[in-house]
């Protein structure tokens, strides 16, 4: 037998809060000349997925886990998902997984270890954090998830370096290591990092997460989590739940919100009003994104916004037959919803 079908399978678990750079890193190592078969899993906060479509790698296979945490609801995808790949081990390297922004990495990776099918094909190879060189620090003070992330981290990667004086950049690293000072930790601008540096690391330590987390191997048996029914709506603080033993935390404050447009937008409406929002709204808008059908445009539109900063371009063009949809995604605390909702209704071409 080969290597490939006896060896257990490599899963880099690849995360960071909303807008640090994950997509970014993952499009580098996948349009990277590796001669590998990465297998990706994506998991999006917000019902539309549209990471999904900005991820580049034509040869990849990509799975969507939309509508949902990783780490809660769809924990029970997680494993069929990892189930069906085993099943076709040797058409594949190995595996990564994004998680959402939000997501709490302790029980994603707790699945590699209390889930007897996964443990058995695959095996955690390093948790990869992206940091926000300039959001990083105001996200330790009142987002759980921000910090757990780094706690978690075999590997950190300090992106957008580019934004940050050389002080402000010693204060953010110097955080991290107060949080996580093990961690190999590589500065970067746009994730420029080489693959090596965070591929095929071998770098979990389960030693130290169990240090960090007591009850980390405590199986459950509650993987769909059915009976944790959140309840989104209510603005409430974040609270803990358990997953088998293990402590987590949700921002429960947290919303998504999606909208769609079948009929072309007005770009000369659309931009002043987008980047007026994000300019009124940035505090509470901590990420936006969207695929956009300007009228008159054969090319896809994709802006990309976190906070006040907003980067947009051509994407390519629209494919024959493609549904010439344009799709957003706001995802904030206290959202304007209604003013969101008439402004961008105000910008479908008459
Ligand atoms: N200035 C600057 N911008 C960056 C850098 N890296 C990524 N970005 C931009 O930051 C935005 C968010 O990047 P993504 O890679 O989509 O972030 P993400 O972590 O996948 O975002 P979510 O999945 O929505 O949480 C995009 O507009 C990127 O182009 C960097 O080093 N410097």
Not at 156 to 175: C, G, P
Not at 244 to 256: I, R, T
């Amino acid at each position: 037998m080969s290597e490939l079908t006896t060896a257990k399978i490599p899963v880099t678990v690849l995360t960071g809060y909303l807008g640090a750079g994950k997509t970014t890193l993952l499009n580098r190592i996948l349009s990277e000349n590796h001669g590998k078969k990465y297998a990706v899993i994506v998991n999006e906060f917000g019902e539309i997925g549209i990471d999904n479509d900005l991820i580049i790698g034509a040869d990849e296979e990509v799975f969507e886990m939309n509508n949902g945490c990783i780490c809660c609801t769809v924990r029970g995808d997680l494993v069929r998902i990892l189930g069906g790949l085993m099943k076709r081990k040797g058409k594949f390297d190995a595996i990564i997984v994004e998680t959402t922004g939000l997501a709490d990495p302790a029980p994603v990776a707790q699945t590699f270890f209390v889930d007897e099918d996964v443990q058995n094909a695959a095996r955690l190879d390093a948790v990869v954090t992206v940091a926000d060189a300039k959001w990083l620090s105001e996200r330790l003070k009142d987002a759980p998830e921000a910090k757990n992330q780094i706690a978690f981290a075999d590997v950190i990667v300090l992106n957008k370096t580019d934004l940050v004086s050389k002080a402000e950049l010693a204060e953010v690293e110097a955080r991290i290591r107060a949080i996580n000072p093990y961690a190999k930790l590589h500065r970067t601008e746009r994730c420029q990092v080489a693959l090596a540096d965070v591929l095929e690391r071998g770098a979990f330590d389960l030693d130290r997460i169990l240090e960090l987390e007591p009850q980390f191997l405590e199986a459950g048996d509650d993987h769909d989590h059915d009976h944790h029914d959140h309840d989104h709506h209510h603005h409430d603080h974040g609270h803990d739940h358990n997953h088998g033993g293990l402590k987590h935390y949700h921002d429960e404050d947290m919303q998504s919100l999606a909208l769609k447009s079948d009929k072309p937008v007005d770009p000369k409406k659309f931009m002043p009003w987008l980047q007026q929002l994000i300019a009124a709204e940035g505090g509470k808008i901590l990420r936006s994104k969207g695929i956009l059908s300007f009228s008159g445009d054969d090319d896809r539109y994709v802006f990309q916004g976190v906070h006040m900063m907003l980067e947009g371009d051509h994407q390519r063009a629209w494919k024959d037959g493609e549904a010439r949809q344009s799709r957003l995604v706001f995802i904030g605390r206290d959202l304007p919803e209604q003013v969101i909702r008439d402004g961008f209704e105000q910008c479908i071409a008459a």
